[in-house]
């Protein structure tokens, strides 16, 4: 039975559950995009339920289950362009779009040296390499699928950047000279699980989200440690952060030396990332 295009939003947004309604409103927009080739001003078409495609509706019943529309898709926006994700990468998400404009405004020299540590989907040193001045660009991470996923990403993009598996904990790497060293490590605490959303909790990697209650800050200790290695004088680190850790990664960075240390907002006035100079 034809329906409106409005109609149809309105009783799967319905069904969803677990999302609040802005939120599962915008998900089956996407969905609907993705699949009918609409846009948000096609919503007085009018849509035969019966006959719309069955990979529609299993990635409708996908969606019901809680997995996140990126993993269903198999894509996530980013800085304006399409990254592929699989479970195996963590999602893309808009805090990390701010650290890497706040990146790209701060670095316009050409030729930068950059280094992404735990890179996941490549999101941030493919970015990067997109938008500044001919950098060489390196990238980081423990996993070996979430390695296989960042190189799809730059060969899609038609990007070189340098991809290594590297357990930051445990090894060094023998990147030097960098003029930027930049992290998105985990930083959720583990006690923190009971607390998340069942999308982001039984379908994201737990290795790229979570620390241990006993050392929050490990990985900010362990990267800062090893930044003083790695980058040259004068060489800029960049961290995503727990918008309650500010102040003790301040001192961290304080402590081991780097001057010029900002914790710095993001646009809904969470302190949610960090900067400091090696001098």
């Not at 490549?122 to 390499?129: K, Q, S």
Request: proline share 6%; with cysteine; net charge negative.
């Amino acid at each position: 039975m034809p329906i409106s295009f409005q109609q149809l939003i309105k009783n799967w947004s319905a069904q969803l559950i677990q999302y609040d309604p802005s939120e599962a409103e915008n998900l089956v927009y996407w969905l609907l995009e993705h699949h009918l080739a609409m846009k948000r001003v096609d919503v007085m078409l009018l849509v035969n339920e019966e006959k719309l495609s069955p990979i529609l509706l299993t990635h409708f019943k996908r969606l019901k289950t809680g997995e996140p529309i990126q993993y269903i898709l198999r894509k996530a926006p980013f800085y304006g362009r399409d990254f592929f994700v699989t479970p195996d990468t963590l999602i893309p998400r808009n805090e990390t779009e701010e650290l890497v404009h706040l990146i790209i405004k701060e670095n316009q020299a050409p030729g930068l040296k950059i280094l992404d540590i735990g890179t996941g989907t490549g999101c941030i040193p493919i970015t990067l390499a997109l938008e500044m001045n001919d950098p060489k660009v390196y990238a980081l991470d423990i996993s070996e699928p979430a390695l296989h996923v960042a190189e799809q990403n730059a060969q899609a993009l038609n990007v070189n950047v340098s991809f290594e598996r590297c357990d930051i904990l445990k090894e060094t790497p023998n990147s030097c000279d960098l003029d930027i060293l930049v992290s998105n490590p985990p930083y959720v605490l583990e006690s923190d699980k009971s607390a998340m959303h069942t999308n982001v909790l039984e379908h994201e990697p737990w290795i790229a989200l979570f620390v241990s209650d006993e050392d929050p800050l490990l990985f900010y200790r362990v990267i800062a440690e090893k930044g003083k290695l790695m980058l040259r004088s004068g060489g800029k680190i960049y961290f995503e952060i727990h918008e309650t850790q500010g102040e003790q990664i301040r001192k961290i960075l304080a402590g081991l030396g780097y001057q010029q240390v900002n914790i710095l907002q993001d646009l809904n006035g969470k302190t949610r990332m960090c900067s400091a100079i090696l001098p």
